[in-house]
């Protein structure tokens, strides 16, 4: 599977938005929005945009797990783009040109925000840091936000009463 950089600046079609149809209404319908994502998402599972979409709604509903398999494929995706290993962990500041904020790479790193961020939500504090500290070293100007994240993860600072079990 390959993506290139135009991936990033489409939309997502007139055909997969037919499909979405009320998903724009989750907070008053929130079933419709999800089975309307999924509907979308069975057409175009590689679509960047309808995967954020889809990871806001489930980061928004407090669906952690549900968010992160869409955070771990716009990582995919971006790391196609871009010319990365698949595995974040082989990922290094030579890798790309991260000094830039080219929407590629800003997708990259805030992917992996997301994972690190859902996964100490969810309890994983050691996995959250490790892909926090990741990104923050990609990112050493802490755009992302993710060498203060990392800080705070470490401090046992994320609040997890109302998350999932």
């Not at 830039?100 to 790479?105: A, I, L, T, V, Y």
Request: glycine share 8%.
């Amino acid at each position: 599977m390959t993506y290139d950089i135009e991936a990033f600046e489409a939309d997502i079609p007139p055909d997969i938005q037919a499909l979405l149809g009320g998903a724009e209404t989750a907070y008053q319908d929130p079933d419709r929005a999800e089975q309307a994502l999924h509907a979308a998402l069975d057409k175009a599972p590689d679509n960047l945009a309808l995967r954020v979409a889809t990871y806001t709604f489930y980061f928004y509903a407090n669906r952690l797990r549900d968010a992160m398999p869409h955070a771990e494929a716009c990582l995919a995706i971006s790391a196609t783009a871009l010319g990365l290993p698949q595995d974040w962990r082989l990922v290094g500041p030579e890798s790309a040109s991260f000094s830039g904020f080219e929407r590629p790479q800003r997708v990259y790193l805030k992917s992996l925000v997301a994972l690190g961020y859902c996964r100490a939500r969810l309890g994983d504090v050691e996995g959250a840091e490790t892909i926090l500290r990741k990104a923050a070293s990609l990112d050493p100007a802490d755009r992302v936000g993710a060498g203060r994240l990392a800080d705070v993860v470490a401090r046992g600072g994320i609040d997890d009463e109302d998350d999932e079990d």
